[in-house]
């Protein structure tokens, strides 16, 4: 469901990974959601944060099966505008 609604331009950047000092503690991951316009915020983000926390969930499970452990993920979105045609945000993106 929530692959038809994500924009196009919407790009993800984590900004800290931090590995679990056990095997009991959590693997704590901090990712921006960056979109082009405000209206693209509001799809990313939903009804009462409904789809966010979706996009949380599902990611959540899909790493913690890829790394085999608990993850505490915390998600932001950003409006990084037109930033899918300047050089500079590609570039910080990890687009180029």
Do not use: C
Not at 33 to 38: A, S
Not at 42 to 70: H, N, P, T, V, Y
């Amino acid at each position: 469901k929530t692959q038809k609604e994500i924009p196009y331009s919407t790009a993800v950047v984590i900004d800290e990974y931090l590995e679990p000092a056990s095997r009991d503690d959590l693997t704590r991951i901090h990712a921006t959601i960056h979109v082009e316009r405000d209206s693209q915020k509001g799809i990313i983000i939903g009804a009462k944060g409904s789809m966010l926390g979706e996009i949380g969930r599902a990611a959540r499970e899909k790493i913690e099966r890829f790394i085999d452990g608990r993850v505490f993920l915390k998600l932001h979105v950003k409006v990084s505008k037109n930033w899918s045609r300047d050089k500079k945000s590609l570039d910080h993106l990890g687009y180029n």
